[in-house]
């Protein structure tokens, strides 16, 4: 069974750094799959902030976020990574990633949800003083 769980949110005042783990089971990330991460902020739609590709050679990133966050991807512990740094309160939401399988297109970095077939539960952030 294909499973992704996130962990690593939680209360951070502005200006620091959190990094969410995104964990994949039952199937194997590199070659086959890309990840991306997603928020959604109370009363707000769901966002797309980074992507990773299957082949791991390529990331893109939200405007909002470029220059503080890093995606990344652990090949041995089958994990994908999302370091946020210098935090500001809109950054504040529930961060979910999400997974889709691109073997053919490795260089492929899917934003939109529809790209995506299998998400995690989600883990909330709170940037706040």
């Known amino acids: 069974q294909l499973q992704l769980v996130e962990s690593g949110g939680g209360l951070v005042q502005p200006g620091g750094s959190l990094r969410l783990s995104c964990a994949a089971s039952?199937?194997?990330?590199?070659?086959?799959?890309?990840v991306g991460w997603f928020r959604q902020a109370p009363g707000k739609e769901r966002e797309a902030v980074s992507c990773?590709?299957?082949?791991?050679?390529?990331?893109k990133y939200t405007d909002a976020v470029k220059g503080r966050f890093t995606i990344s991807r652990d090949n041995a512990k089958n994990t994908v990574y999302l370091q946020m740094n210098s935090l500001k309160p809109e950054d504040t939401g529930i961060y979910y990633c999400?997974?889709?399988?691109?073997?053919?297109?490795?260089?492929?970095?899917?934003?939109?949800?529809?790209?995506?077939?299998?998400w995690g539960q989600g883990t909330q952030v709170t940037v706040s003083s």
């Open positions: 999400a997974a889709g399988r691109y073997v053919v297109a490795q260089h492929f970095c899917p934003t939109t949800s529809t790209d995506f077939g299998w």
């Open positions: 039952g199937f194997t990330l590199e070659g086959y799959y890309a």
């Open positions: 990773i590709t299957s082949g791991g050679d390529s990331t």
